[in-house]
């Protein structure tokens, strides 16, 4: 490292985004405790996949997995929160690696032609500077190489926070907020619907429902956490 490097380096330290420890060597945005301490979810294949049974005769799905669990008080948890609401934009391409090595390793997702993140509304996206779900797809990318879906599925309806609503209100919350925009692109794909957290399943739903209309199309679902 060079003297000014070094110098800049011990200055302006790079912490972790979770606990705020100093970071040091490889470790990228997370320190490798809290990368371990993440509430990790067993392979998509193990007994009582939550995030199946959350979505399961809702619509049609090859499969879905989330990566951890979240929690109250949860490492996971503190995550989103940084990812969303604190700006954290390079957080969430690198929980985007970290669930794109977990969908390499899973193997039933294998046949995904194309990776699409919940569209936020135009004015929220403006809000938040960026769209967190696209940010993941860029970090699953850059580990496990499919195209991400840009523009195809629009959300034209502006929603109230999902996270605000009773469970009830939010399948209503997002009833038609979606729509497909470029069918002729999707269309035969096998597409991965990417979200960062998985509540009630009502958002990943009212997406998939609009998906489903387009030809040929199969959608899995890959969730960064699931409640
Ligand atoms: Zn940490």
């Known amino acids: 490292m060079s003297p000014l490097r070094s110098l800049f380096a011990t200055l302006f ?16 945005r997370l320190c490798l405790r809290c990368i371990a301490g993440l509430e990790y979810l067993p392979s998509s294949a193990a007994p009582d996949n939550v995030a199946e049974r959350k979505l399961l005769g809702r619509f049609d799905f090859v499969a879905a997995m989330a990566l951890c669990s979240y929690v109250k008080e949860g490492v996971a948890r503190s995550v989103v929160h940084a990812m969303k ?36 509304h135009w004015l929220r996206r403006l809000g938040r500077g960026y769209n967190q779900s696209a940010l993941l797809c860029r970090g699953i990318a850059q580990v496990w190489p499919r195209p991400v879906s840009v523009g195809d599925v629009v959300r034209h309806r502006y929603t ?49 429902s609009v998906l489903a209309a387009v030809p040929g199309v199969r959608i899995s679902v890959a969730a960064l956490t699931v409640t």
Do not use: W, Y
């Open 13 to 28: 330290p790079r912490t972790c985004a979770c606990c705020g420890d100093v970071l040091v060597g490889d470790e990228r």
């Open 160 to 208: 109230r926070r999902q996270s605000l609503q009773k469970a009830s209100r939010r399948v209503e919350n997002v009833h038609r907020a979606f729509r497909v925009k470029h069918p002729e692109r999707l269309a035969g794909k096998h597409v991965l619907i990417v979200d960062d957290v998985l509540t009630t399943g009502a958002t990943v739903a009212a997406c998939a």
């Open 85 to 120: 609401f604190r700006g954290n934009t390079e957080l969430c391409v690198e929980m985007g690696r970290q669930l794109g090595m977990a969908l390499l390793r899973d193997g039933r997702f294998d046949g995904v032609d194309v990776l699409l993140p919940i569209p936020l």
